[in-house]
T-cell receptor, first 113, second 116 residues
């Protein structure tokens, strides 16, 4: 039972354009959502997060949108840069569930120069 | 500042051999600790998490076990490795839950385990 899903395994975008990554979840108890970026053979690094009491959080080129009624969140990267090429993971946690992070399957982003 | 150390970085082990991966965290107390595995081309699967010394929760039935002998030490073990245990193992820590604040988890650099 996958509680966090990233239905697009890969995404290709031109440098300078917007990258939109999507994530869906099924557990209504999730109250905190995060996005991580991962390069091969390295640990994931934190990008941005959003609490369930908000619907948008912005940090520089990264914006996360949360639609609680649809149980959907997205990450927008604008403008995309070649260094953004990596695998992006969506994660969620629930205070009532030991605060563990449940990850989606990841989306591989390729930014073309 | 807080840091997380995970070793070794790479490991090649024969089938049936034992395994011990170690993770330590510095600069914080009573962290929540996690072991994740990333199988080839797949997402991050939570294997174990711990909210305190000696407290281990297992997420999936498997050939592995975890222990937390000290507050900031988390160990992943196996008595007999299987081929299917190959993967990229990641240790992570997160501050103990605070009532009005959530935080991100911080990951180690990972261990690439190849069982041959």
């Amino acid at each position: 039972d996958q509680q966090v899903k990233q239905n697009s395994p890969s995404l290709s975008v031109q440098e300078g354009r917007i990258s939109i990554l999507n994530c869906d979840y099924t557990n209504s108890m999730f109250d905190y959502f995060l996005w991580y970026k991962k390069y091969p053979a390295e640990g994931p690094t934190f990008l941005i997060s959003i609490s369930s009491i908000k619907d948008k959080n912005e940090d520089g080129r990264f914006t996360v949108f949360l639609n609680k009624s649809a149980k959907h969140l997205s990450l927008h990267i604008v403008p995309s840069q070649p260094g953004d090429s990596a695998v992006y993971f969506c994660a969620a946690s629930a205070e009532a569930a030991g605060n563990k992070l449940t990850f989606g399957g990841g989306t591989r982003v390729l930014v073309k120069p | 500042s807080q840091t997380i150390h995970q070793w070794p970085a790479t490991l090649v082990q024969p089938v049936g051999s034992p395994l011990s991966l170690e993770c330590t965290v510095e600069g914080t107390s009573n962290p929540n600790l996690y072991w994740y595995r990333q199988a080839a081309g797949r997402g991050l699967q939570l294997l174990f998490y711990s909210v305190g010394i000696g407290q281990i929760s297992s997420e999936v039935p498997q050939n592995l076990s975890a222990s937390r002998p000290q507050d900031r030490q988390f160990i992943l073990s196996s008595k007999k490795l299987l081929l299917s245990d190959s993967g990229f193992y990641l240790c992570a820590w997160r501050p103990a839950r605070q009532t009005f604040m959530n935080t991100e988890a911080f990951f180690g650099q990972g261990t690439r385990l190849t069982v041959v």
